[in-house]
């Protein structure tokens, strides 16, 4: 992959192609940024520069032979590690490897894919991908072999903080005192997520969200959309360009997230001091616990940002607004009066420790009702 392809991001850039021609290359490295970035991307760039003894920003110019690898992801000296989960395949005790072309074609096809976009590929969006034991197992052995190539052996472990402790603490040792020429990316989209002992062994490389002129200037060339559309869906897309491909590309529309939105509030207003309105709740309540684990946290995530969007509204920061909801006889506008600055701190705080608790695999049912019990209350709540 060639830098050249990646979007923005060219402080990093320069500071990796500078390390890496200096010979000063940190054996444990952590990519931190937001979805959408370019961390998955810029890491696989990166190991291409230092496998291939590429030259300058366009990475090329080295051993041809290692550069035609890349193109497929099938260099024998770079390893990958994701989460992953059991299918009607794989059974039991599943690891990255299991997953391997499955793993090819996803990040051939967008490198700036989500957790949620990984898990659409493999089929199993209804359950929580994890990095375990086996696959710590796999680096072991993968890490202690010479390398094919007489280089460096590189392992890139994508979203590092579904690491589970037992996988961790086996790391441990050789992230502190890895064989010699061997190298880890690892990338994490919630630094804070990751144990202690994982994140002092490396160093943290940071990436923020994308400017808008970036993903616009994509779009408008690799895509062809005219400067006014591209702007638009940049603007939407906040720094992200998986975001960006999703509404360019309608991919949202099997998950309608905001006509749940829309009916959740508004059975949270009939709610109060009607007790058969409860009802629309629960039913509301258990649609969503049929989602899916991943689906679950991803509405909610997208909940926050509509409260924290119709909060800005109210306080009539109109251009920080971006989201323009489609649902029949609802306005933005409308219902921003009713998120204030009493109330967005509890609902935020609501919605944060439903993710929590779906992510440690509480009963959605139990967890939807008690949220939208309490949005009943909180939504009027005055400033």
């Not at 002992?197 to 616009?216: D, K, M």
Request: hydrophobic residues 40%; aromatic residues 10%; negative net charge.
């Amino acid at each position: 992959m060639q830098f050249s392809y990646l979007l923005g991001q060219d402080y990093i850039k320069n500071h990796l192609v500078s390390s890496a021609l200096s010979g000063r290359i940190p054996h444990a490295q952590l990519f931190v940024g937001p979805e959408g970035s370019g961390t998955l991307a810029m890491a696989i760039a990166y190991a291409q520069f230092i496998l291939c003894q590429n030259e300058g920003k366009e990475n090329q110019g080295g051993n041809e032979s290692c550069n035609i690898k890349f193109g497929t992801l099938t260099h024998p000296d770079l390893h990958f590690v994701y989460p992953n989960v059991a299918n009607d395949e794989v059974k039991t005790k599943p690891k990255s490897g299991d997953f391997i072309m499955e793993w090819r074609d996803f990040v051939l096809g967008n490198p700036y894919g989500s957790l949620f976009d990984w898990h659409k590929h493999l089929g199993v969006q209804n359950k929580q991908g994890m990095i375990r034991v086996e696959d710590a197992t796999d680096i072991l052995k993968a890490l202690a072999l010479k390398s094919y190539e007489g280089g460096y052996k590189i392992m890139i472990v994508w979203m590092v903080e579904k690491m589970n402790l037992d996988a961790s603490n086996k790391l441990l040792k050789l992230l502190e005192e890895p064989p010699e020429k061997t190298l880890f990316i690892l990338i994490s989209e919630n630094e804070e997520d990751i144990i202690q002992t994982i994140r002092s062994r490396c160093q943290v490389v940071q990436f923020g969200a994308l400017p808008e002129a970036v993903i616009a200037d994509s779009l408008i060339k690799n895509y062809f959309l005219e400067g006014a559309s591209a702007q638009k869906v940049a603007h939407q897309a906040q720094g992200n360009y998986n975001k960006a491909l999703h509404i360019l590309n309608n991919d949202d529309s099997d998950l309608p997230f905001e006509k749940w939105f829309v009916d959740w509030v508004r059975a949270a207003f009939r709610a109060k001091g009607n007790a058969a309105a409860i009802q629309d709740l629960i039913s509301w309540s258990e649609e969503i616990a049929g989602l899916g684990r991943e689906g679950q946290k991803q509405f909610l995530n997208y909940c926050i940002v509509m409260f924290r969007q119709a909060l800005l509204l109210n306080y009539q920061t109109h251009k920080l607004v971006y989201l323009e909801p489609t649902v029949d006889k609802f306005s933005l506008e409308k219902f921003a009066p009713f998120v204030n600055g009493s109330n967005i701190g509890p609902i935020f705080n609501e919605l944060s420790d439903a993710i929590y608790h779906i992510e440690r695999n509480g009963n959605p049912k139990i967890i939807m009702t008690d949220l939208s019990i309490k949005l009943t209350r909180l939504i009027h709540k005055n400033d």
